[in-house]
């Protein structure tokens, strides 16, 4: 058992020569190029506005990238807003054009996800329901594109051994359709529709020597050998490598599960790749420390053996010395979407912390060095620290909530979710659980004032926030901070950042247990796009103007709720 560094990870996960630097040669080919010299292929997410764009970055996937994948806009949510409503193609029907005129094969995903889905749709239950709305959508979007997709991932994400089933799928509305066989209705689907397609299983967290992802591991196998030996057309396994030197990693076991992929007769593709580090004392990673002045962001790419960008923006760092805003422009036209995103470009200037430049008249691109909040290794040690102390103080308060939750209701006590956290990766955040176990497997709707999921138990502990406690170990692990912009659930995010300006940009910073927002009086549910407005105003205010002291402002008005310096200026008073 040992812990590989980013070097070592790629090499076993990704397959690619990392022991040193790559050629002259090498260098002057395309990611894209060095992939198909071995039988792979290499791609990119990306949106209608890029290949709409003419800009630097845009470019670069015609160069890097053989494969583009279409981030969002295949997804069902995205396709059709409303249950009922006519899908509108017309931003899919864009790539498949420029992919076509830029000889690209296009990689579809997804058909089957729980998330992304359109109104209404978290309330299917039924067979019926399946044949009247899901079975046409699959029908429909593989047929449309019949000629233009290569391989779809079929059904995304559909093992979670947390839901508590005997087979450890997620239990998701398809699910509550069709149970179990939902995934293999879908590849028959799909399978009928556009026959010369590649189809594949889609999911992720399968690559370390932890018992929960063995767990997820066992789920897979379990799922694809009921698949195979039924005879149902899936032709390969999609990988999400979302790797993180945190973790421990065993090569042996990892080679095994690949080998049993292999023995089902299932070719194996990474998806998505990411990489986590365990920070440095400043919080900071080996790839916010690295300096390469003469070296461009797609060699920087070629030398870590990957370039990811993953559903709308890379959350890469390219680092430049201070230039002109008309330097700027040369060097990248501006994502026309990237205040939407997940960070877009964040553009790390060597001899200044933080700047703006404007990219013309109308599109305005934000360029941050790493906010005071992250850099801050007082912060991280308060943090480390306080998170520590409070575990052992509040170790009795624990055990007893977690007794009283297994009295009150049946299922879990803890109640895992993923969470976008710093830079817009994903990680596992911990609550207590407060809904019945049946409502905590629902696709997410947010709670309401009266909630008849909400167990009786639940309610004081939200009330109290006791539920959050647990998340002492998310800032443990450096996932979370004692303080910091609330992470709100997948889909808020997947929502809000189409319609509030700047709300990624609370990814800039650890998200956090309390925050500026929770002690202004912006805790509890959104149930307006104003509400939510004023709720990250103040995350924004507090990224902006941070400091250790206000750090311990708002621990003390979190634990004083009576006492708050920022309630009155919510009540619009001094």
Known sequence: ??????????????????????????????????????????????????????????????????????????????????????????????????????????????????????????????????????????????????????????????????????????????????GPDYVAEAFRLAADATPAARL????????????WQERRRTGVLRLLERLVGAGVPVHGFGMQGHLDTRLRFDEGIFRRFLARLEDLGLTIAITELDVTEAPDAGGRSRQDRFRGPRQSGADRCRDLGACRRRQLAAPAVARHG??????????????????????????????????????????????????????????????????????????????????????????????????YGLGGRTFRIYKFRTMTAAASREVFRQATVGDVRITRLGGILRRTSIDELPQLFNVLAGDMSLIGPRPHPLALDEHYRH??????????VRPGMSGLAQVSGHRGPTPTDESMAARVAQDLRYIATWSFAADLRILVATVLPWWSPWKSEARGGG
Not at 200 to 211: F, I, K, P, S, V
């Open 499 to 508: 319609v509030i300006a700047g709300y990624m940009d609370r990814y800039a």
């Open 200 to 211: 594949y299983l889609n999911d992720d967290h399968l690559y370390y020597a932890e018992d």
């Open 1 to 178: 058992m040992l812990l590989l560094d980013r070097r070592s990870l790629l090499t076993a996960c990704a397959g690619l020569p990392l022991a040193g630097p790559l050629s002259a040669a090498a260098r002057s080919a395309g990611l894209g190029e060095l992939a198909a010299r071995s039988g792979r292929y290499f791609g990119s997410a990306v949106t209608h506005l890029d290949v709409s764009d003419a800009g630097d970055h845009v470019r670069l996937f015609d160069a890097e990238c053989s494969v583009w994948v279409p981030a969002w806009e295949m997804k069902w949510g995205a396709l059709v807003a409303k249950l009922g409503a006519a899908p509108d193609y017309r931003t899919t029907d864009a790539i498949v054009a420029a992919a076509a005129r830029r000889g690209k094969r296009l990689r579809g995903h997804t058909l089957v996800w729980h998330e992304h889905l359109p109104a209404g749709a978290e309330g299917l239950s039924s067979q019926a329901d399946w044949q009247r709305f899901v079975a046409p959508h699959i029908a429909a979007v593989t047929g449309r594109y019949r000629d233009a997709i290569f391989e779809w991932d079929v059904v995304n994400e559909a093992i979670e051994p947390y839901d508590g089933g005997a087979d450890l799928m997620r239990r998701t509305p398809f699910y509550a359709m069709l």
């Open 322 to 419: 201070r230039q002109s805003g008309p330097s700027l422009r040369r060097r990248l036209s501006a994502d026309a979407d990237a205040r939407h995103a997940r960070l877009a470009f964040r553009l790390v200037p060597d001899s200044a912390p933080h700047m703006t430049d404007f990219i013309d008249d109308t599109t305005s691109l934000t360029v941050l060095g790493q906010p005071a909040a992250v850099r801050s290794w007082l912060k991280r040690a308060f943090d480390i620290l306080g998170a520590g102390a409070g575990l052992v103080l509040l170790s009795p308060l624990l055990a007893l909530v977690a007794l009283l939750i297994r009295l009150d209701s049946p299922g879990p006590v803890l109640f895992p979710q993923e969470r």
